[in-house]
């Protein structure tokens, strides 16, 4: 952890929009978090409530709210088809620095999924066929032999498989953690009101 915390943070002069706070931090972050920057986790919750959380990269945000992509039919996919809601923790260790997302959660557009699965690299794109996540498997080269058989099928141009796509997190409430001197640290919460406006609050460490 930093040994030298940045300066405390004061509510009354953070962004008045949790997103651009958000961008700030980002690019801190970017500069100075190794390896994994756009690391987050994300939690699930099943039907009855069952949680459970995995970490996942984040490839996008804005005012809309923030995006991953995975399999619709991974554990993931599946209880956000019957709980459509979901929690992200972000933390750069190096920063000294946390946040966490809760909103509900959607699809992205088919044309956004399309878009960004064409900037994948191909072996990216031929694993994304070859798996279907989470499903039990006899051994490693039944995976293989799947990879190999997709990249025979597709000798040009990979189409995004129908299983495969974006979600985006909807945030509803946003809190930036900052670490401070003898456990004095800084929370700052961002809550969405029913008039779509955001109200900012500290709260205790």
């Not at 995995?54 to 709980?83: C, I, P, W």
């Not at 490693?140 to 985006?168: N, S």
């Amino acid at each position: 952890m930093n040994t030298t915390p940045p300066a405390p943070l004061d509510e009354k002069r953070v962004a008045r929009d949790p997103i651009a706070q958000f961008a700030q931090w980002f690019d801190d972050a970017l500069a100075v978090e190794t390896p994994h920057p756009h690391a987050m986790t994300l939690a699930t919750a099943s039907k009855s409530g069952g949680p459970s959380a995995r970490m996942v990269l984040l490839k996008g945000f804005d005012a809309r709210g923030f995006v991953f992509f995975t399999h619709y039919e991974s554990r993931k996919g599946t209880e956000l088809a019957q709980n459509p809601r979901a929690s992200l923790v972000f933390y750069w260790p190096l920063s000294g620095r946390q946040v966490r997302v809760e909103g509900p959660v959607e699809k992205v557009s088919a044309r956004e999924s399309d878009e960004y699965f064409r900037t994948r690299p191909r072996d990216s794109q031929l694993s994304a066929w070859a798996s279907r996540q989470t499903e039990p498997l006899t051994d490693r080269k039944t995976l293989e032999d799947r990879v190999a058989e997709t990249a025979r099928r597709y000798g040009g141009d990979i189409p995004r498989p129908p299983f495969w796509g974006g979600y985006r997190v909807i945030p509803e409430t946003v809190e930036f953690w900052q670490e401070g001197p003898h456990r004095l640290h800084d929370r700052i919460l961002y809550r969405r009101g029913a008039d779509g406006h955001w109200r900012i609050e500290r709260l205790a460490p």
